[in-house]
Structure formats: structure tokens, C-alpha cells
């Protein structure tokens, strides 16, 4: 897969990036907000503190669709803010509104990891309510290939593997000024 796809959208305003668990979207997000000096916001982070419990008991006690609801209405919250880097959940992207949502705040950037990868970063995890009954390199394969239409719907895809925080981060300000001077152009 190639590292860049460009749209020919130009008005950048929020930076919001969608991927699999574990292809670095906080990580990056943290620091893409620092260097722009925009307000990072993580949307698991909004949905648990709005619940007062954790994504896994979310999906325990009421169910990935409840979970689904909530991060639906939080995101559509997020409308009319701005110089903010969003990092979503790796599900958000499925349902079509979260997608016209995600276009409608900013740039929609996707960091993209392989599937072996993908075990390997999350090996030692147990916060991954998808995979805590079967981490195995089929099911995140399966998982991958299931929403890998709805990663496709963004502005430019980033591979992570075998790249620093800091480098994917200069990838994704390369590709703002380029996106930004083809806007004024």
C-alpha cells in the first residue's frame, strides 16, 4: 500500500485520525497536537469519562451498540470546534454518519499497521474489548478486512510500521503543507 493518498480538499481546519487499535493514534495525536499547538482530544477518553467506567465495562454491562451510541453522540458534540488534533476509536469509522461527521470537522488522516504488527504492539494489552477473548492474528485480520472500506474514506493514509512517533508526525505536517499550499493555489 502506498504511504500517500491526497485529496483535493483544502480546508484543513481540525486534524482528526482514524486506524486500527494500535496503529499509534494517541501516540501520534498527542504529539501532532503539541507541534501545531492545537487541543488534543482522545474520543475513548471522552466516552469513559462521560460513562464513569472503562470501554471494556461499557461493552460488558451494555453492549458494543450502546458503546457505539455513545461515541456516536460525543463525536457529533465535537461539531464547530476547532485547532483540535482528534484521535477516534477504531471503530468510529463503521457507521456512515460518524464518517460524514469525522469530513465535516477536518482532514481525516489513517494510520495504517499490518496485522502482525498490530499483535505485536498490543501483545500485553487487556483493554480491547474486540480482542479480549481472541487476540489472535486471524482476528485481527478479520477485524481489518471488515473495516478496512471504511479506513479507505479518508484523506490520506499513513503507514506506522517501523516509524517513529516524531517521523509519522513530520509525514503528516509534509503532507498538511502540501494539502494547505494546493488549497491556495
Not at 17 to 33: D, I, R
Not at 47 to 61: H, K, L
Not at 155 to 160: A, L, M, N
Request: hydrophobic share 45%; aromatic share 4%; glycine share 10%.
Amino acid at each position: 500500500m502506498a504511504t500517500w493518498h491526497i485529496s483535493a480538499r483544502s480546508d484543513m481546519g481540525n486534524i482528526i485520525l482514524t486506524g486500527f487499535m494500535g496503529t499509534g493514534k494517541s501516540s501520534v495525536g498527542k504529539e501532532l497536537a503539541l507541534r501545531l499547538n492545537y487541543r488534543y482530544i482522545d474520543l475513548d477518553a471522552l466516552i469513559v469519562a462521560e460513562a464513569g467506567i472503562s470501554i471494556n465495562e461499557i461493552f460488558t454491562r451494555d453492549g458494543e451498540t450502546a458503546f457505539r451510541a455513545i461515541e456516536a453522540r460525543l463525536l457529533s458534540s465535537l461539531k464547530g470546534e476547532e485547532n483540535m488534533v482528534l484521535s477516534t476509536g477504531g471503530g468510529a469509522v463503521i457507521a456512515g454518519e460518524n464518517r460524514r461527521v469525522l469530513r465535516e470537522l477536518g482532514m481525516v488522516i489513517n494510520l495504517v499497521a499490518p496485522a502482525e504488527e498490530i499483535l505485536l504492539r498490543l501483545r500485553h494489552e487487556h483493554d480491547r474489548p474486540l480482542l479480549n477473548n481472541d487476540k489472535s492474528l486471524e482476528r485481527i485480520r478479520a477485524l481489518i478486512a471488515h473495516r478496512e472500506p471504511f479506513y479507505a474514506d479518508a484523506d490520506v493514509r499513513i503507514e506506522t510500521c517501523g516509524k517513529t512517533v516524531a517521523g509519522i508526525v513530520d509525514e503528516i505536517l509534509i503532507w498538511l503543507k502540501r494539502a494547505g499550499a494546493r488549497g491556495q493555489a
